[in-house]
């Protein structure tokens, strides 16, 4: 029973155009979500997180979306650069428990 | 201030033995988390230690186990490896209970024949 789903394994975009992420939830007690970039071989790095008062918030070239009616996050990349490929992770969590966390989904940004 | 350092980067083992893997977290950091990630399975939690007590245990099997010590540093063990252990071992640490933003270290890659 996935909780977080990224439906979409891989998206790939062109250098400078928009990528956008998409995440789909199901627990409504979810208050919290965050957005990682991972690298082969490294840990996850945060990006960005939202809290379940926003409905969006930016930091630089990223901005994430939540839509807490459609149970729906993305997460939002302008301009893609390629330096941004990499695996992005949406993650989720209900209060003072740990983080659920998608599969995933590859970008690649191709110059 | 230093990340999440995770020992070993690398290991193999063999079926059956036991191996065990160690994070320290970010300095002030009191929280520990630790997630398996394997191939199309995204990041599975494991479990979670505060305050050298084990706060949230993910749905795996009483082979694996951890603990944490009173300097926050936590130690993961697996005891009778199987082929199927093969994957990141990632530590993240965050400074409460009530933290949300969790941070990664660079993760334990094991591999088992």
């Known amino acids: ?52 008062i926003k409905d969006k918030n930016e930091d630089g070239r990223f901005t994430v979306f939540l839509n807490k009616s459609a149970k729906h996050l993305s997460l939002h990349i ?26 995933g989904t590859r970008l690649s940004v191709i110059a | 201030k230093a990340g999440v350092t995770q020992t070993p980067r690398y ?32 990041l599975q939690f494991l479990f979670e230690y505060f305050s ?3 706060r949230n245990k993910g749905n795996f099997p009483g082979r694996f186990s951890g603990r944490q010590f009173s300097n926050s540093r936590s130690e993961m063990n ?9 994957a990141l071992y990632l530590c993240a640490s965050s400074y409460g209970t009530t933290g ?5 270290g660079e993760g334990s890659w094991l591999t088992v024949v």
């Open chain 1, 1 to 52: 029973d996935q909780q977080v789903k990224q439906n979409s394994p891989s998206l790939s975009v062109q250098e400078g155009r928009i990528s956008i992420l998409n995440c789909d939830y199901t627990n409504s007690m979810f208050d919290y979500f965050l957005w990682y970039k991972k690298y082969p071989a490294e840990g996850p790095t945060f990006l960005i997180s939202i809290s379940s």
């Open chain 1, 78 to 103: 302008v301009p893609s650069q390629p330096g941004d490929s990499a695996v992005y992770f949406c993650a989720a969590k209900p209060g003072n428990t740990p983080l659920v966390f998608g599969k």
């Open chain 2, 11 to 42: 290991l193999i083992k063999t079926r059956g033995q036991q191996v065990t893997l160690s994070c320290s977290p970010i300095s002030g950091h009191r929280s520990v988390s630790w997630y398996q990630q394997t191939p199309g399975q995204g």
């Open chain 2, 52 to 54: 050298e007590t084990q």
């Open chain 2, 78 to 86: 697996v005891s009778t490896l199987e082929l199927g252990d093969s």
């Open chain 2, 100 to 104: 949300n933003t969790i941070y990664f």
